[in-house]
């Protein structure tokens, strides 16, 4: 597709259980991003992958969350034992090489109950 | 560590109105500045950018300047429209990769 794809576009879980996130970046953008956006708050960073290599994870609120790209195209964030402050917009971007501009997918609002 | 301080909204103006929606920074180096746009049920777009003190970006009538001695990327706009009506968010990147965003601001602009 022409953008970065994300899915589901929502998720409804109850607290405890584990969810996982998947994001198609636009083909041939080497770099992906993860944000996660409360209600009325700008996006917030989570991670970074070059290619297959997440190079950066230090915005990843707890061991809980995971991120994953095995094959440097799609990546998966996972979220275990989700907890209700959990709640929010999970963003995935990707951009050509490292540099901006990231271009953003639409996000998965995730609910947990 | 980087931070970003936008005005608070909703700013609420009348078509044909000038814009201006304050962006102030604190980096420890000097990072690339950035403005997004989030129109309703979309996703962020990138709406312009500078890389470094003194660069103007400019897109769609919007324009911001990087100043170093304000630490400040206001950005701005003589005529809005309605279809200006979205969230703004002002952000910087260090390191060349993660995005650090301000809050946002949501516009809306009556005809």
């Known amino acids: 597709g022409a953008g970065v794809s994300q899915s589901p576009r929502y998720k409804v879980a109850k607290r405890g259980q584990d969810v996982a996130l998947r994001c198609d970046p636009i083909?041939?953008?080497?770099?992906l991003f993860w944000y996660q956006q409360a209600l009325g708050q700008g996006p917030e960073f989570l991670t970074y992958?070059?290619?297959?290599?997440?190079?950066?994870k230090s915005g990843l609120p707890s061991d809980r969350f995971f991120a994953e790209r095995p094959e440097g195209s799609v990546s998966t964030l996972k979220i275990q034992r989700t907890q209700q402050e959990d709640s929010a917009v999970y963003l995935c971007?990707?951009?050509?090489?490292?540099?901006?501009?990231?271009?953003f997918g639409d996000g998965t609002r995730l609910s947990i109950l | 560590g980087d931070s970003v301080t936008q005005m608070e909204g909703p700013v609420t103006l009348s078509e044909e109105a000038f814009l201006t929606i304050n962006c102030t920074y604190t980096?420890?180096?000097?990072?690339?500045l950035f403005w997004y746009v989030q129109y309703p049920g979309e996703g962020l777009q990138l709406l312009l950018k500078?890389?470094?003190?003194?660069d103007k970006g400019s897109n769609k009538g919007f324009e911001a300047t990087y100043r170093k001695e304000t630490t400040s990327f206001h950005l701005e706009k003589g005529s809005v429209q309605v279809s200006d009506s979205a969230v703004y968010f002002c952000?910087?990147?260090?390191?060349?990769?993660?995005?650090?965003f301000g809050k946002g601001t949501s516009l809306l602009v009556t005809p």
């Open positions: 971007a990707s951009s050509f090489q490292g540099a901006q501009p990231q271009h």
């Open positions: 083909s041939g953008h080497v770099s």
């Open positions: 992958f070059q290619n297959e290599a997440q190079l950066d």
């Open positions: 980096a420890t180096g000097y990072p690339s």
């Open positions: 500078a890389t470094k003190a003194d």
């Open positions: 952000a910087l990147s260090e390191d060349g990769y993660a995005l650090n």
